[in-house]
């Protein structure tokens, strides 16, 4: 079973760091585009970062680019979101996310097709 198990997350104050974890097993994902993307209640999935299959290419949101750090181990199957300078417009619930279409970092939800649960941070002012 491919599953995607995210860790890392909790309750932070404004300026403070949290470094999220994404364990994956099932299959190999070294060859996988990964992403994370977060959500609000009532409002729809915000992209937050993606890396390419061998990390070479990353991307990264207007609102986050400068904070938050995406990486990858690929022996491990894991990859990590280091996010610093926390804010409050932060608090999300953070999914991580594979694709087996492509190799390459994308900002499109839709090009992922293994995802997370989910793990919520919240980030108090």
């Known amino acids: 079973q491919v599953q995607l198990v995210e860790s890392g997350g909790g309750l932070v104050q404004a300026g403070g760091s949290l470094r999220l974890s994404c364990a994956a097993s099932?299959?190999?994902?070294?060859?996988?585009?990964m992403g994370w993307f977060r959500q609000v209640p009532g409002k729809e999935r915000e992209f937050v970062a993606a890396i390419s299959w061998n990390g070479a290419g990353t991307y990264y949101a207007d609102s986050v680019k400068g904070r938050f750090t995406i990486s990858r181990d690929n022996a491990k199957n894991t990859v990590l979101l280091q996010m610093n300078s926390l804010k409050p417009e932060d608090t999300a619930v953070y999914s991580c996310a594979a694709s087996d279409t492509t190799r390459w970092a994308r900002t499109n939800e839709y090009v992922y097709n293994y995802w997370g649960q989910g793990t919520q941070v919240t980030v108090s002012s």
């Open positions: 099932g299959r190999t994902f070294s060859s996988d585009a």
